[in-house]
């Protein structure tokens, strides 16, 4: 079984990628790992009751995102450290992940788009990189997801 | 009816994104756009002639994708051009491109490294971009 690793980071490029994903992955073919990274540039410094509620404040983006992909199998990882493309390439090694799919931001977003950068020249994994709601040309949508993901 | 691009450079790792294209896409709704882009860095300023010899060495490589992809409508294009990434990005937007598949990094030993084509492309290009391994 393939693993593919989707990173939830905001929701108009969250909504990109869980459609590319319904529509080029069947959910028989695929184990998902959903994963959020939190930046913690002063990890030393953070109380444990402060990760704790900066997790809490993830779990209904999670839970949103997980009732549109509801067929399919998901794992849910929170990870927090002062790098983000640092934590996440150690955890596409460990977890040995097949394919990575992004989706890119704006051009001001820098923070975002050097995370992608990163992943793109480090990882030795298939990446996908999409571009904002910008491929329906490419598949040809189920419409019931369509709605879902419209309501999302 | 999808449109790939498919950028080479020649190398055997980049002939490998073929594969991927036969495994993953339908040879009924697919055509493919190979591109070789012929760096110039001295572009307008050279007349040795040595751009033609690189182009002719290429062209033997594209000759090689006939095989892997027989069964795809395909068309190849050798372009020359100062910045081989900004021409990828503008060739793609150009025509309409749906998706691009490329390797990660072509060059072998510490250049395997950089791949700053990939990065570039997929950072500017309006479509999706796959990059293979």
């Known amino acids: ?152 | 009816m999808k449109k790939i691009l498919l950028p080479i450079d020649g190398t055997n790792k980049s002939l490998e994104s073929c594969k991927y294209i036969v495994e993953n896409f339908n040879t009924d709704n697919t055509k493919i756009y190979v591109l070789n882009v012929n760096e110039d860095f001295y572009h307008g300023f050279s007349n040795t002639g040595e751009s033609e010899k690189a182009n002719k060495n290429v062209l033997k490589a594209i000759d090689n994708t006939d095989n892997e992809l027989k069964n795809f409508d395909v068309e190849k294009t050798v372009v020359t051009s100062k910045s081989a990434k900004e021409e990828i990005v503008s060739f793609a937007f150009e025509n309409n491109i749906d998706t691009i598949v490329m390797a990660r990094a072509t060059k072998e030993g510490i250049k395997k490294i950089s791949g700053s084509v990939s990065k570039y492309v997929s950072k500017f290009a309006h479509c999706p971009v796959i990059i293979l391994p």
Request: with cysteine; proline share 3%; glycine share 2%.
């Open chain 1, 1 to 152: 079984m393939k693993k593919v690793l989707l990173f939830i980071t905001k929701p108009e490029l969250d909504k990109t990628s869980v459609e590319f994903l319904i529509n080029n992955y069947s959910s028989k073919e695929v184990e998902l790992e959903l994963v959020t990274i939190l930046n913690d540039n002063y990890s030393y410094v953070m109380s444990q009751i402060d990760k704790k509620e900066l997790i809490k404040n993830t779990m209904p983006v999670f839970n949103k995102v997980c009732s549109i992909l509801k067929d399919y199998k998901i794992n849910k990882h929170v990870l927090i450290g002062a790098n983000s493309a640092k934590e996440a390439m150690y955890f596409i090694k460990e977890n040995n992940i097949n394919d990575i799919i992004l989706t890119k931001p704006n051009k001001y977003d820098i923070s975002h788009n050097v995370f992608i950068s990163y992943l793109v020249r480090h990882s030795d994994r298939t990446v996908f990189v999409l571009p904002k709601n910008n491929f329906n040309n490419f598949v040809e949508g189920d419409a019931e997801y369509e709605k879902n993901i419209i309501a999302y």
